[in-house]
């Protein structure tokens, strides 16, 4: 899928680019694991889908979220699911008779960078209104 593809796909995708990356890194995680399961690597592969793919739906929920300390929780999951899914690549990557995931984790590392700096501006942004609101 192209990024052209996204766009028509959600329009807010452009908009978002902690959405965008995580959804681009969903699908080349998808291809991944359907490239294990083809070598029956199937342990792996449910391992690196399950949480490279839940990264960009806990991101995806925190945009709908109720309240700025739901969305900050929600940012966080999606943190520890990147943190997850980094493992196992690492996993694949230095295993023998895995496939390469140098790009991947590339990928990854971008999207922890970016979801730490959401959880940093969020809990200042989140502080400030709270030492600023009248007792």
């Excluded at 699911?81 to 023998?96: G, H, K, P, V």
Aim: glycine content about 2%; hydrophobic content about 35%; overall charge positive.
């Amino acid at each position: 899928m192209t990024t052209e593809t996204l766009k028509n796909y959600n329009p807010e995708l452009k908009e978002n680019l902690i959405v965008k990356l995580t959804f681009q890194f969903a699908l080349d995680i998808v291809k991944l694991a359907e490239s294990l399961e083809g070598k029956r690597k199937y342990a792996i592969a449910n391992q690196i889908i399950r949480s490279g793919t839940s990264i960009g739906a806990n991101v995806r929920e925190a945009q709908n979220a109720e309240s700025k300390l739901d969305f900050i929780h929600k940012i966080k999951i999606a943190a520890k699911e990147a943190e997850e899914a980094e493992y196992w690549l690492e996993i694949c990557n230095q295993s023998d008779n895995y496939l390469n995931c140098e790009e991947l984790l590339l990928q990854v590392l971008s999207i922890k960078k970016v979801l730490s700096k959401i959880i940093s501006t969020s809990k200042t942004s989140s502080n400030n209104r709270i030492n600023k609101s009248p007792n």
